[in-house]
């Protein structure tokens, strides 16, 4: 779904990653993993079309990003920042259908599928309240239902950014916004997500990148890339690497 070679990524004219080189299939949840700084919302944005590349190439259902019409690729490629403002007082439900806004799919459709999503986001209870009334972690799981309606109930593959989704949610809306990056996921679509949490990437991803020095230092499945003498060489803390008792990943115990 989403292929990328050689891309270096800049800011103001500073490269701030270089070398990048992989694929992400239909199917698939990949985390992007590194120390603040490491360039994973810089990669996020030069994904996204926000930032130019500063070399390299990244095609998108097998097309340069850079020949899709806006709107065309809107339908394909959706993207959660990972800070999103919005400053006029929007109902939820209207934030929400925003992201039905690059389809013509017809109003019972659209209305159909943000209903959906909010379940999803668990933000259906909250679909008449204002926007600009809400908390700091109501606000995030409203922008992610509105970039999953963008790419809900779609006829081709789109591929979903996350940057820090679970930025300012509580523990048991993290494990539901992963679970539905999961699911997006297994319906036939593409997720790629920047997590500070070890262990979650370990838990909800097929595969995780991990950035450190301006390049890839792993890339892999969770028990190939989270060992232990590597997560100390980019992090600097000593951990131990187990089995998680219910599941099939590795469990970092620092």
């Known amino acids: 779904m989403l292929t990328v070679s050689g891309l270096a990524c800049a800011r103001g004219g500073c490269q701030i990653l270089g070398g990048i080189d992989f694929e992400l299939p239909i199917g698939e949840v990949m985390a992007v993993?590194?120390?603040?700084?490491?360039?994973?919302?810089?990669?996020?944005?030069?994904?996204?079309?926000?930032?130019?590349?500063?070399?390299?190439?990244?095609?998108?259902?097998?097309?340069?990003?850079?020949?899709?019409?806006?709107?065309?690729?809107?339908?394909?490629?959706?993207?959660?920042?990972?800070?999103?403002?919005?400053?006029?007082?929007?109902?939820?439900?209207?934030?929400?259908?925003?992201?039905?806004?690059?389809?013509?799919?017809?109003?019972?459709?659209?209305?159909?599928?943000?209903?959906?999503?909010?379940?999803?986001a668990d933000v259906e209870p909250l679909r008449q309240r204002n926007y600009l009334a809400l908390s700091g972690g109501e606000r995030q799981r409203v922008h992610l239902a509105r970039v999953l309606a963008q790419v809900w109930g779609s006829a081709k593959p789109a591929c979903l950014l996350l940057d820090e989704p679970t930025a300012a949610l509580d523990l048991a809306h993290q494990r539901l916004i992963l679970q539905q990056a999961r699911e997006v996921a297994q319906r036939g679509n593409a997720v790629l997500l920047v997590l500070h949490d070890l262990n979650l990437a370990a838990r909800y991803a097929d595969r995780v990148l991990l950035l450190d020095r301006g390049g890839v230092s792993a890339l892999g499945v969770p028990w190939d890339v989270l060992e232990a003498d590597r997560i100390k060489q980019v992090f600097g803390v000593e951990v131990q690497v187990a089995r998680h008792p219910q599941r099939n990943c590795p469990l970092i115990i620092s």
């Open 33 to 120: 993993l590194g120390t603040n700084g490491a360039g994973k919302s810089t990669l996020l944005a030069t994904l996204s079309g926000e930032l130019p590349r500063h070399a390299g190439e990244i095609l998108l259902a097998g097309r340069p990003l850079g020949d899709w019409a806006a709107k065309e690729r809107a339908q394909r490629l959706a993207v959660l920042p990972q800070s999103s403002s919005l400053a006029f007082a929007f109902s939820v439900e209207e934030v929400v259908m925003m992201g039905r806004l690059p389809h013509s799919s017809g109003w019972e459709e659209d209305r159909r599928i943000v209903a959906e999503v909010m379940l999803a």
